[in-house]
T-cell receptor, first 114, second 116 residues
């Protein structure tokens, strides 16, 4: 079984500042890793995913994440945030077999202020 | 590409009635569809996994007789909340993948259910 921990429930940041949203996972098997963004009253949009290969993954809207196997982390970063980045961000893992069910973290609310 | 729609986007019903939510993959064939439930300010919890033409697999603690899932075609899955009660009020989100074991799920916009 897998589990995902997002330690920060809320991250306030000023516009144009850098941000890092933390994600740690636990699994006894190899996993795929994902970051999703959810705007109010909407479904989830895939930001980026790590399947294999390069540990630095670039996604949409200027976000990137780095897979660190030794630290079992997959932190999300953006060098300069915009007001429009205000949303809920979910880290998720799935195993590499079967139906690959997603296990989500509890989410981090990114609040960007001017 | 890879667009998933849900209908309705929101629904209000009386306690004791049944509500059906549709999930459609618009531009791809979805062999596998997932149904999630999200409580306010909480994460998504997987309710069930369905494959086209077969019975859904429910997660532990999810009542299969209360949450009926049908995946009759490669583009449509339905979730019926039977005899709804106020505690069933939630945000229901579906996702779809193109094949069993596909690495990416595409999410619908969600359905807000309010049971009075």
């Amino acid at each position: 079984a897998q589990s995902v921990t997002q330690l920060d429930s809320q991250v306030p940041v000023f516009e144009e500042a850098p941000v890092e949203l933390r994600c740690n996972y636990s699994s006894s098997v190899s996993v795929y890793l994902f970051w999703y963004v959810q705007y109010p009253n909407q479904g989830l949009q895939l930001l980026l995913k790590y399947l294999s290969g390069s540990t630095l993954v670039k996604g949409i809207n200027g976000f990137e994440a780095e897979f660190n196997k030794s630290q079992t982390s997959f932190h999300l970063r953006k060098p300069s945030v915009h007001i429009s980045d205000t949303a809920e961000y979910f880290c998720a893992v799935s195993d590499r077999s079967g139906f690959q069910k997603l296990v989500f973290g509890t989410g981090t609310r990114l609040l960007v202020s001017p | 590409g890879a667009v998933v729609s849900q209908h309705p986007s929101w629904v209000i019903c009386k306690s004791g009635t049944s509500v059906k939510i549709e999930c459609r993959s618009l531009d791809f064939q979805a062999t596998t569809m997932f149904w999630y439930r999200q409580f306010p300010k909480q994460s998504l919890m997987l309710m069930a996994t369905s494959n086209e033409g077969s019975k859904a697999t429910y997660e532990q603690g999810v009542e299969k007789d209360k949450f009926l899932i049908n995946h009759a075609s490669l583009t449509l899955s339905t979730l019926t909340v039977t005899s709804a009660h106020p505690e069933d009020s939630s945000f229901y989100i579906c996702s779809a993948s193109e094949r069993r074991g596909a690495d990416t799920q595409y999410f619908g916009p969600g359905t807000r259910l309010t049971v009075l």
